[in-house]
C-alpha cells in the first residue's frame, strides 16, 4: 500500500477531536473525507479540512483504509453501530467510539468476523498519558504488592470509560459485581455510591448519576478520580488530565514509640516523600488539553487499530475483553438506577487563583492567629 493509510472520520460532535489528530501536519494518516447528517458543522469542518462530505455510506467511494465511527451508540438512540456495521459490509475496518452495550458490541464483533475486518472499541481517555502513567504504575505495584482496595469517583456520562481504565489498572475485570448503598435522609449529594469488587479487589465507586437532558455531554462535577491501595501505600489519579500521585502508607515504627524525638527512628520509609507525583505535578489548562493532549489520544488510537489491522489481528483479543467491560458497565449503572434529570444553568468554572492565594496567605506564621479566630467564629 502507497502513500499514508486514508481514514473516514463519522461524525463531527466528539469527531472534531479526530478531526484535529488527522489534519495535524505530523498525522500518520490522511483524512479521506467526514460522513455525517450534513448540518452546518459538519459542512464548515470538511470546508476547513478540505475533504468530501458524505450523508451515507453507500455515497462513500472506495479507497477508504479506517473508519472512525464517532456517534452515539445504541444506548444513546443513535445509529453509531448501524453505520459501523455498513461501513465492515464494505470491507471497511473500524473504530468506533464507547459505551456500547453488550449486545451491541457482539453484533460488531460477529460482523467484523463475517466480513473479515478489524472492528475495535475506543474509549479515548485510556490513551492519554497521564491515565497511561497511572496504567502503568499500578501494573508496577501489582508485582509489588496485591492491590487491597479501590475507590473511584467519575460522572455518570464517563462511567464505561472508568471501568476500562480500572480493568486496565488491576489487570482485568472479572470477577466484578455492584451494590447500591443506601441512602440518608439528609441533604442530598450529586453522588451515589456503590460497593463491590472488579477483578476480585474491593471496590467503592461514587457516580454522579446527574444528566442535564438539553446538554447531557456537560454538567459532571468530575471526570475521573481513581485511587489504588496497597499495604505499601496509595496511588492515585487526580483526574484523566493528571496528576498522579503516589502516597507511601502513613506508619509509625515501633522503635520511635519510645524515642525522645520521633524523628529519630532508623526506618527508611520515614524518608520517603508523603506524596510524589508520577509525572508532571500539574495539569494543563483545558485549552491545550482540547488542543493538543485530546487528538494526540485520538491519533493514539488510530494508530493502534491501524496496527491491529496491518498485522491482521484476530478482533476477538481485544473484543473478549470490552464484552466484559460492558457488562460490568451494564451492571453497574442498573445498580445505580436512571440517572436524576438536572436543569440547572451552565456552571461557573472558577480559577485555582483566589484559592491559591488565601492558601498561601494562610500558612504565613502572621496569618496564624486570624485563622483560629475564623475557626472559632
Known amino acids: 500500500m502507497s502513500g499514508r493509510p486514508r481514514v473516514l472520520v463519522c461524525g463531527t460532535g466528539f469527531g472534531r477531536v479526530h478531526l484535529a489528530a488527522l489534519t495535524d501536519p505530523g498525522s500518520a494518516f490522511e483524512l479521506a473525507g467526514i460522513l455525517a447528517r450534513g448540518g452546518e458543522r459538519s459542512r464548515a469542518c470538511a470546508a476547513e479540512a478540505g475533504v468530501p462530505l458524505y450523508t451515507r455510506v453507500a455515497d462513500m467511494p472506495d479507497g477508504v483504509d479506517l473508519a472512525c465511527v464517532v456517534l452515539l451508540g445504541d444506548v444513546n438512540g443513535g ?3 448501524a453505520v459501523a456495521a455498513e461501513l465492515m459490509a464494505r470491507g471497511v475496518p473500524v473504530l468506533q467510539e464507547g459505551p456500547l452495550l453488550r449486545d451491541e458490541l457482539a453484533a460488531s464483533l460477529r460482523a467484523a468476523r463475517r466480513h473479515k475486518v478489524v472492528f475495535q472499541v475506543n474509549t479515548h481517555y485510556v490513551h492519554l498519558p497521564p491515565v497511561r502513567r ?3 504504575a499500578a501494573r508496577a505495584l501489582r508485582a509489588e504488592q496485591e492491590p487491597l482496595w479501590v475507590a473511584a469517583a467519575c460522572g455518570i456520562q464517563v462511567a464505561y470509560h472508568l471501568v476500562d481504565v480500572l480493568g486496565r489498572a488491576l489487570g482485568g475485570l ?3 459485581e455492584f451494590a447500591a448503598c443506601g441512602t440518608t435522609d439528609g ?5 451515589r455510591t456503590l460497593e463491590g469488587v472488579i477483578a476480585g479487589v474491593p471496590v467503592t465507586l461514587r457516580v454522579q448519576n446527574q444528566l442535564h437532558p438539553a446538554d447531557p455531554d456537560n454538567h459532571a462535577h468530575l471526570l475521573h478520580r481513581i485511587t489504588i491501595g496497597a499495604e505499601g501505600g496509595t496511588l492515585t489519579l487526580l483526574d484523566p488530565h493528571g496528576p498522579v500521585l503516589w502516597s507511601p502508607r502513613p506508619h509509625l515504627p515501633a522503635p520511635a514509640r519510645n524515642a525522645t524525638r520521633l524523628h529519630d527512628a532508623a526506618d527508611a520509609h ?3 516523600p508523603a506524596c510524589t507525583p508520577l509525572g508532571p505535578a ?16 485520538a491519533h493514539r488510537a488510530i494508530s493502534t487499530t491501524w496496527t491491529a489491522v496491518r498485522d491482521g489481528m484476530d478482533t476477538m483479543r481485544d473484543g473478549q475483553y470490552y464484552l466484559a467491560v460492558g457488562g460490568a458497565w451494564q ?7 436512571f440517572p436524576e434529570r438536572l436543569t440547572a444553568p451552565p456552571p461557573r468554572p472558577l480559577s485555582a487563583e483566589p484559592l491559591l492565594a488565601a492558601a498561601l496567605r494562610a500558612a504565613a506564621p502572621e496569618e496564624e492567629p486570624d485563622a483560629l479566630e475564623e475557626a472559632n467564629a
Open 134 to 136: 497511572f496504567v502503568a
Open 79 to 81: 445509529p453509531g453501530s
Open 270 to 272: 520515614l524518608d520517603f
Open 187 to 191: 441533604p442530598r449529594t450529586p453522588f
Open 282 to 297: 500539574e495539569a494543563p489548562p483545558y485549552r491545550e488539553i482540547l488542543a493538543r493532549m485530546w487528538p494526540a489520544g
Open 174 to 176: 472479572r470477577p466484578y
Open 331 to 337: 451492571e453497574l449503572t442498573a445498580a445505580l438506577g
